[in-house]
């Protein structure tokens, strides 16, 4: 079964459902070239009004792209399992209209990606990141030639996270510009870095991706603006079962964050 066929499937005439990682066009399998924003628009027809999401999330461009779509043709979304991280922040809250189903969450959570911290954990774990993609290259001394890991060139760990902050900082002004077109409050994204700080201050040695946040149909509406919500409410025994199935952290914002 090719990567479309696994991962975008017509449930019927009108609705859509696409169930896995978001992934851009490089990280895709061989057998089909396309990004998931590409085989979103692909898979869209006249007739197509819902798209059903269970994502964990993946790569926040290709979030964008496929938000922007989904906005534009006024696409309602469902939830079925979960949505998070990516999957949360765009392509759901680009819905006309948004149902988590029973048994169903949407999670947010403040990652390295959006928000690349110069702290030492941050740091260390850059410095096993690029010295694992180093252990994978062949021994190609012997030959005379100079190998340099792909991607990494001869940056140091300060260039590196430098330039993360720079993209970092590029994607959230897209999004905080999409939520300002849909009428959302941008506030959202500092709220969600505000209470995952909070949180990690209090218990060391979790990283940031680790804490998720599952916000309240009425906080949703009421602090950031979000129209068309329709979300059973989440049980602490949910929370609970998505540490053991997926690990991490999962919280509920209650409150005003």
């Given at each position: 079964m090719s990567y479309q066929d696994r991962a975008w499937q017509r449930v019927d005439p009108a609705t859509l459902a696409?169930?896995?990682?978001?992934?851009?066009?490089?990280?895709?399998?061989?057998?089909?070239?396309?990004?998931d924003a590409d085989l979103l628009a692909r898979n869209l027809t006249a007739e197509t009004r819902t798209l059903v999401l269970d994502s964990g999330g993946g790569d926040v461009t290709v979030a964008l792209a496929m938000a922007r779509l989904i906005h534009e043709r006024g696409l309602d979304v469902r939830v079925d399992g979960r949505c998070a991280s990516a999957c949360a922040l765009l392509p759901f809250l680009a819905g006309r209209h948004k149902v988590v189903a029973p048994g169903a969450v949407v999670?947010?959570?403040?990652?390295?990606?959006?928000?690349p911290r110069d702290t030492p954990d941050a740091r260390a774990r850059l410095t096993r990141e690029m010295e694992a993609i180093r252990g994978q290259l062949p021994d190609l001394s012997r030959d005379g030639v100079t190998v340099t890991p792909p991607d990494l060139g001869g940056?140091?760990?300060d260039a590196i996270l430098a330039a993360r902050?720079?993209?970092?900082?590029?994607?959230?002004?897209?999004?905080?510009?999409?939520?300002?077109e849909w009428g959302m409050a941008p506030v959202l994204l500092d709220d969600i870095d505000r209470s995952t700080d909070a949180y990690l201050a209090g218990h060391?040695?979790?990283?940031?991706?680790?804490?998720?946040?599952?916000?309240?149909?009425?906080?949703?509406?009421?602090?950031?603006?979000?129209?068309g919500l329709d979300a059973a409410l989440v049980?602490?025994?949910?929370?609970?079962?998505?540490?053991l199935e997926v690990g991490g952290i999962h919280l509920s914002a209650e409150h005003r964050p």
């Amino acid at each position: 079964m090719s990567y479309q066929d696994r991962a975008w499937q017509r449930v019927d005439p009108a609705t859509l459902a696409f169930r896995g990682e978001i992934l851009p066009r490089r990280f895709l399998p061989g057998e089909h070239p396309l990004g998931d924003a590409d085989l979103l628009a692909r898979n869209l027809t006249a007739e197509t009004r819902t798209l059903v999401l269970d994502s964990g999330g993946g790569d926040v461009t290709v979030a964008l792209a496929m938000a922007r779509l989904i906005h534009e043709r006024g696409l309602d979304v469902r939830v079925d399992g979960r949505c998070a991280s990516a999957c949360a922040l765009l392509p759901f809250l680009a819905g006309r209209h948004k149902v988590v189903a029973p048994g169903a969450v949407v999670e947010f959570h403040s990652t390295n990606s959006l928000d690349p911290r110069d702290t030492p954990d941050a740091r260390a774990r850059l410095t096993r990141e690029m010295e694992a993609i180093r252990g994978q290259l062949p021994d190609l001394s012997r030959d005379g030639v100079t190998v340099t890991p792909p991607d990494l060139g001869g940056a140091t760990v300060d260039a590196i996270l430098a330039a993360r902050r720079g993209n970092a900082a590029q994607l959230r002004q897209a999004i905080a510009g999409l939520y300002r077109e849909w009428g959302m409050a941008p506030v959202l994204l500092d709220d969600i870095d505000r209470s995952t700080d909070a949180y990690l201050a209090g218990h060391p040695g979790l990283l940031r991706d680790q804490v998720w946040w599952w916000f309240p149909s009425s906080l949703m509406m009421e602090r950031y603006g979000v129209t068309g919500l329709d979300a059973a409410l989440v049980t602490a025994d949910t929370l609970t079962r998505l540490g053991l199935e997926v690990g991490g952290i999962h919280l509920s914002a209650e409150h005003r964050p």
